[in-house]
């Protein structure tokens, strides 16, 4: 690890600094996060090229709130699925964010507008934590994030509808700040319906991809489609079939979202979506 205490303006920053000389084969628990520090964590590990192995004790709050986004989670779920991050629930008290080394303890410390990681090198105390870290660990269980790796999402959708309809996918998750539903913001499955429109791609293929990816279900494919459609960000056209109802095919419903580049979509549909009457 770092071979002195870090101050830096976000702990993200503190994370990388202290990663940056440890071994890809050192294992590293984290524990006692807030949902800002453990979003920091995630970044970092999925920035580097030779992450070491984390293994996170946090509280089930803090990691149901991530699984709430689909951009950390599905970040998340790449990490674990390479076995570069396993998560825990502890319910157990840790006074501060420790990152529990093989050879040292850093003990994150922040304040308004910086963080500190405050390291020790002492034996004595480095083994008295790791053994705290163990205990608590062999009494938890690993906590399913319940969401697709990211890296599973933009393969399935290249396979299924091609790289263009993946590649608009990708710049528009890129482009927003987050998934988590508030207010005027798009999820995963907004912006997978509208980069289905941008290439008309039918209803029922586009939830049937993401169901089988497990992105969403069926139904909230659908939810979401009567949602975009009322302001009239996309529409449908129906597509007769040989038996049953006819399928609905997907469009951008506003002639100012036609011709849009991907990356742009997302904040055209929020300005629409903000304008549109309650």
Known sequence: MASASQVAPTVAEVYRASFVDVPASNEIYVAGLGEDSTAGLIEVLADLDEPPTVWLLARESHLKWLRRDFQLASTAADLVADETLSLRVTEDEFESGLV????????????????????????????????????????????????????????????????????????????????????????????????????????????????DAGVASKATFSRAKSRLEKPGLIATEKVPIDVGRPRLRLRLGDDQLRGVEASDLPGAAQEMLASAPA
């Open 100 to 211: 529990v080394g093989e050879d040292s303890v850093i003990s994150l410390v922040q304040t308004a507008d910086q963080v500190a990681g405050l390291r020790t090198d002492d034996a004595e105390f480095v083994a008295a934590m790791r053994e705290r870290c163990d205990e608590s660990w062999e009494d938890t269980t690993p906590f399913d994030l319940r969401t697709p790796a990211r890296s599973r999402v933009y393969e399935t959708l290249a396979d299924t509808f091609g790289s263009e309809v993946e590649a608009d996918f990708r710049a528009m998750l890129e482009a927003v700040k987050t998934t988590r539903s508030d207010g005027n913001a798009l999820n995963e499955v907004d912006l997978t319906l509208l980069a289905a429109a941008a290439h008309e791609i039918q209803l029922y293929e586009i939830s049937r991809w993401g169901e």
